[in-house]
């Protein structure tokens, strides 16, 4: 109950942040089972709500621990069913990473036919194009599957137009889903993650050549 509210209200604030925000490949999305969602991440907390907002699946996130330091957050977090997860990025020092318990509790979603949302690129950025994938997306899906869970991975591309600006324009796309196996490379299977996402979004050098790519994606696919 708690989180159909909060992704009510979350919908509603999306609609007023952004002017547009077209949806492509919902056909993609099944409608029960276990889920990987993986996306891109250009925008921080945005990137999670436009997924949860759009995809018509509950979805558990893998939130960075530290933002559930802020007491608001942490509320919003809890009540949307995230998994805090430690990254080396927030530690100095060289301080060990353990991950134990998230990878547990997001396995047991997925053992339950749930659905878990992750962006392998790691970090938010606001560059123009894709970074390198980190493994954690492939090693869960296939840890997944070695218990006995038949994990689906759907790619989610987010494009932003203005990533800045308010009333702008975002582009939500989903792709094939991708069945994974507990036999499965997990270098060969980011690397499909990596390819599919490549070719959910618009990768360009700048964010000008990105507007510029859209106007011609509007010509051929007007909303």
């Known amino acids: 109950m708690?989180?159909?509210?909060?992704?009510?209200?979350?919908?509603?604030?999306?609609?007023?942040?952004?002017?547009?925000?077209?949806?492509?490949?919902?056909?993609?999305?099944?409608t029960d089972g276990p889920v990987l969602f993986a996306g891109n991440h250009p925008i921080a907390l945005i990137d999670p709500i436009l997924i949860i907002t759009t995809c018509?699946?509950?979805?558990h996130f893998a939130a960075k621990d530290t933002?559930?330091?802020?007491?608001?957050?942490?509320?919003l977090l809890r009540g949307l069913g995230a998994v805090p997860l430690a990254r080396r990025e927030d530690r100095g020092g060289g301080q060990p990473i353990d991950n134990d318990a998230a990878f547990t509790a997001m396995f047991d979603v997925l053992g339950a036919g749930g659905?878990?949302?992750?962006f392998p690129e790691g970090l938010s950025h606001d560059e123009s194009q894709l970074?390198?994938?980190?493994?954690?997306?492939?090693?869960?899906a296939i840890g997944a599957a070695a218990r006995g869970t038949p994990v689906k991975i759907v790619p989610c591309g987010l494009t932003f137009i203005h990533p800045k600006r308010f009333r702008?324009?975002?582009?939500?796309?989903?792709?094939?889903?991708?069945?994974?196996s507990a036999t499965a490379d997990?270098?060969?299977?980011t690397a499909e993650i990596e390819?599919?996402?490549?070719?959910?979004?618009?990768?360009?050098?700048?964010?000008?050549?990105?507007?510029?790519?859209?106007?011609?994606?509007?010509?051929?696919?007007?909303?």
């Open 168 to 180: 702008s324009r975002v582009l939500v796309q989903y792709g094939e889903p991708i069945e994974v």
């Open 2 to 30: 708690l989180y159909r509210l909060l992704r009510w209200l979350l919908r509603n604030a999306m609609r007023v942040f952004f002017k547009q925000i077209e949806v492509v490949g919902l056909e993609h999305v099944p």
């Open 131 to 140: 970074a390198r994938l980190k493994t954690g997306a492939a090693r869960l």
């Open 195 to 223: 390819r599919d996402l490549r070719a959910l979004t618009i990768n360009a050098t700048d964010w000008e050549t990105v507007r510029e790519l859209d106007a011609v994606r509007r010509l051929y696919h007007p909303i």
């Open 67 to 75: 933002l559930f330091k802020s007491r608001a957050l942490r509320v």
């Open 186 to 189: 997990v270098k060969q299977l």
């Open 56 to 59: 018509g699946r509950l979805v």
């Open 115 to 118: 659905t878990i949302g992750i």
